[in-house]
């Protein structure tokens, strides 16, 4: 259960200025219980559909108390069932107008019914070719040119890790200004070069002997890929002298 600041305003609360949380205190809510979640992926799923947080005047969110736990919702749907985030849309909007639905599975099919799929690890969410097609609504021709300029890799079995949607839905919406996916393999690149970076870090502690160590490693690398996305974030706006709400 995600815990919010008191005097946090609920679903159906009118709520106060002192009741809204700006995202950076999000941000630290939800860590508690998502590690990996930014800035960026919150800002994501609200321009996905899946939260709809208040603006001051000035632009800046403000988001209520159930506003965090509709993102708990959103992030846990994602992280243990594998969800594209077009099937979790339509499955909270059912919640919500009350009707009562089974969460959705997201697998192969066996005589018309669903079977769930176990990851080949607890961390290992995954989505089938036609299931990112369907959620970041682009075409067959689409995907393979991004996969031609390494914007998405398959996995070996054919399916793709799931935070390929927030990579998919980030090229579609920065298509919208113009930018194409070839202009795009400058920013690839370079989070090639810091996967390496961090990669070289852990690296001793992936190959010790003890058991122990080699689970920090996970740990370690989650923690320095936070570093870096936040780094990275800081030197696009510097460089571009502008400050993100």
């Known amino acids: 259960m995600l815990r919010t600041p008191s005097g946090g305003a609920g679903h159906g609360t009118a709520a106060t200025d002192s009741g809204l949380m700006s995202i950076g205190t999000v941000l630290n809510v939800l860590r508690d219980e998502f590690p990996e979640v930014t800035i960026s992926k919150i800002r994501f799923l609200e321009a996905e559909g899946l939260i709809e947080p208040q603006r001051t005047p000035s632009g800046y969110r403000k988001f209520s108390a159930h506003d965090v736990e ?25 919640v919500e107008r009350g009707e009562a639905v089974q969460l959705p599975v997201v697998g192969r099919q066996r005589d018309g019914e669903p079977v769930a799929e176990a990851p080949e690890a607890p961390t290992a969410a995954r989505i089938g070719r036609a299931e990112l097609l369907a959620a970041a609504g682009i075409d067959e021709q689409e995907l393979k040119e991004w996969e031609s300029y390494g914007l998405l890799t398959p996995l070996e079995e054919g399916a793709y890790d799931a935070e390929a949607v927030t990579v998919a839905s980030l090229v579609v919406e920065l298509g919208r200004f113009g930018i194409e996916p070839r202009h795009l393999r400058a920013m690839k690149a370079a989070a090639d070069r810091e996967a390496g970076l961090v990669d070289q870090v852990v690296a001793p502690l992936r190959r010790h002997r003890n058991p122990q160590t080699r689970a920090h490693a996970e740990a370690r690398t989650k923690e320095l890929a936070g570093l870096t996305v936040r780094l990275h974030a800081a030197l696009v706006q510097t460089a571009l002298g502008v400050r993100l709400p």
């Not at 509709?70 to 059912?94: F, S, T, W």
Request: charge should be positive; avoid cysteine.
């Open 70 to 94: 509709r993102l708990g919702h959103v992030l846990r749907m994602q992280r243990d069932h594998y969800l594209p985030l077009k099937v979790i849309r339509e499955h909270l909007e059912a």
